[in-house]
């Protein structure tokens, strides 16, 4: 089965802080994941995707992750806050055991605090 | 291009109606898969379809039934409400399904429609 846990419900951050939300995944195949935000009263959106290749994974808004094997982590960062990066962030794994499906697992999310 | 159209955007019930969402997607994407989110159970899968297929079911009870038209529109229903069933229904668009090995391709989500059911 593949899971992903997110540590951490709530982030609270200064405006300029590091961000850095955790994402751990478990999966008996190389698994394809994801980080999405949700916005209060707003659907999902991508924020960055690894499937294979480059570690380092660039998304929008200045947010990256880095699958680590080793760790079985996915961690996203920001070097700086902004007060507009305040939302839910969601990590995700494609369930690639389900065969041919579009089928996302999600964490529990973590909702994150900017503070002035 | 237009997103994923989801309507309606809000809708309250009484428990032991039913209840039907729609779910238009992205032009020329044929996946559609739903999820219920509500704050103590979060995102949960419920079902998938693709050209009019059903392709991957949550463990929802039946009362939890969906269809695709070959248009790619989808819609869901909900039988004899239950005030468990409030929650958000979030529908996602995806060009095919993915599968391991195969290239990924992105679900572009909609904005939901809130369910309240009284």
């Known amino acids: 089965a593949q899971s992903v846990t997110q540590l951490g419900s709530h982030v609270s951050v200064s405006e300029g802080a590091l961000v850095l939300l955790r994402c751990n995944y478990s999966?008996?195949?190389?698994?394809?994941l994801f980080w999405y935000v949700q916005y209060p009263n707003q659907g999902l959106q991508l924020l960055l995707k690894?499937?294979?290749?480059?570690?380092l994974v660039k998304g929008i808004n200045g947010f990256e992750a880095e699958f680590k094997k080793s760790e079985t982590s996915f961690h996203l960062t920001k070097p700086s806050a902004h007060m507009s990066d305040a939302a839910e962030y969601f990590c995700?794994?494609?369930?690639?055991?389900?065969?041919?499906?579009?089928?996302?697992?999600f964490g529990t999310g973590t909702l994150l605090a900017v503070q002035p | 291009k237009a997103g994923v159209t989801q309507t309606p955007r809000y809708l309250i019930k009484t428990r032991g109606q039913q209840v039907t969402l729609s779910c238009s997607p992205i032009?020329?994407?044929?996946?559609v898969s739903w999820y219920q989110q509500t704050p103590g159970q979060g995102l949960q899968f419920l079902f998938e379809y693709f050209s009019e297929t059903q392709r991957n079911k949550g463990n929802f009870p039946g009362r939890f039934s969906g269809r695709q038209f070959s248009n790619s529109r989808s819609e869901m229903n909900v039988s004899t409400l239950e005030l468990g069933d409030s929650a958000l229904y979030l529908c996602?668009?995806?060009?095919?399904?993915?599968?391991?090995?195969?290239?990924?391709?992105?679900?572009?989500f909609g904005q939901g429609t809130r369910l309240t059911v009284v």
């Open positions: 995700a794994v494609s369930d690639l055991l389900g065969g041919a499906t579009n089928k996302l697992i």
């Open positions: 999966s008996s195949v190389p698994p394809y």
């Open positions: 690894y499937t294979t290749g480059a570690t």
């Open positions: 032009s020329g994407h044929r996946s």
């Open positions: 996602a668009s995806s060009s095919t399904p993915t599968g391991a090995g195969q290239l990924n391709t992105e679900a572009f």
